[in-house]
């Protein structure tokens, strides 16, 4: 199985900062990568498919990049409905498997 | 609009059974691919199963093969999830996904969730 390890696990961060966060696979997965957004009680969301592509209706402060191996998830200015759980998925080969995610907190 | 709203959930016992179904609207249900994602309470994601539009393939995570069955009725628009032999480790809330078909990379994709339907399993 292909494991993903995201780093950070949690970060503190101000409205108006730039976050990123990293996504790691045991394999080279190519581009087939999501990254979802969770908010406590709620579904997740769909944000990025293919490593860099924006699902629709997602705003363009979200972008993702990285192929193979490493991955990453950029929030260019933090805003208050951003504080959430972020999760990596990788779609290259079954079992699909998620990252553990990464909570971002206000400071 | 997509909707998926998942039913079916509650508290069952060690080695029970439930079915779970996922109503779908807003969209050409026998057109996709669909999928069971689970989240333990206070845990992250883990995908649980796919299927093919016609059913002709069937993907599970390991830790459920030979005791979760997943398929779908076009009919009804409706996705199911049949779980036997329950575990305390099968406790979750249990979402259906949609999946999107991404034609440079030739596979599938998650874009959209249902809002979820809880499952306890406890004596």
């Known amino acids: 199985d292909i494991q993903m390890t995201q780093s950070p696990s949690s970060l503190s961060a101000s409205v108006g900062d730039r976050v990123t966060i990293t996504c790691r696979a045991s394999q080279a997965i190519s581009n087939y990568l999501a990254w979802f957004q969770q908010k406590p009680g709620k579904a997740p969301k769909s944000l990025i498919y293919a490593a860099s592509s924006l699902q629709s209706g997602v705003p363009s402060k979200f972008s993702g990049s990285g192929s193979g191996t490493d991955f990453t998830l950029t929030i260019s200015s933090l805003q208050p409905e951003d504080f959430a759980t972020y999760y990596c998925q990788q779609y290259n080969s079954y079992p699909w498997t998620f990252g553990q995610g990464t909570k971002v907190e206000i400071k | 609009e997509v909707q998926l709203v998942e039913s079916g959930g509650g508290l069952v016992q060690p080695g029970g059974s439930l079915r779970l179904s996922c109503a779908a609207s807003g969209f050409t249900f026998s057109s996709y691919w669909m999928s069971w994602v689970r989240q333990a309470p206070g845990k992250g994601l883990e995908w649980v199963a796919n299927i093919k539009q016609d059913e002709s393939k069937k993907y599970y995570v390991d830790s459920v093969k030979g005791r979760f069955a997943i398929s779908r009725d076009d009919a009804e628009n409706s996705l199911y999830l049949q779980m036997n032999s329950l575990r305390a480790e099968d406790t979750a809330v249990y979402y259906c996904?949609?999946?999107?078909?991404?034609?440079?990379?030739?596979?599938?994709?998650?874009?959209?969730w249902g809002r979820g339907t809880l499952v306890t399993v406890s004596s």
């Open positions: 996904a949609r999946l999107e078909f991404n034609s440079y990379q030739a596979t599938y994709y998650i874009d959209s």
